[in-house]
């Protein structure tokens, strides 16, 4: 039987909510981190990727795979510190990092799961 991530629930609930924030109305939550608003398509586009993370997320939760659930915590820390970047150069507001931490929450969640066994 498969190990099942409690954890990845969590990520899967936060990028489904991400995602169709950015897809729906991107703008709240663009002002939300201090961006101005935009009516480009792209924040759409990228609202529907991360929309499409949750498919992987969920089947990740449901049927596990320790050394895939391991790779999404590197992923996960990679963007978080790429977020820290973005601000770090100017060319985010500080107020990105709430990303960035939320994000690295549910990282290491799913890294304390792992070392349990």
Known sequence: ??????????????VLVSGLTLLLIPNTLLQLFG???THELWIRVLG?????LTFYYRALARYGNDRVALATVQGRLVFCAGLVVFVLLGWAKPALIGFALAETGL???????LRKG
């Open 35 to 37: 961006f101005e608003p």
């Open 107 to 113: 990282a290491l969640w799913t890294w304390w799961e």
């Open 1 to 14: 039987m498969q190990k099942t991530y409690n954890s990845l629930y969590g990520q899967m609930a936060y």
């Open 48 to 52: 529907m990727l991360v929309l499409v």
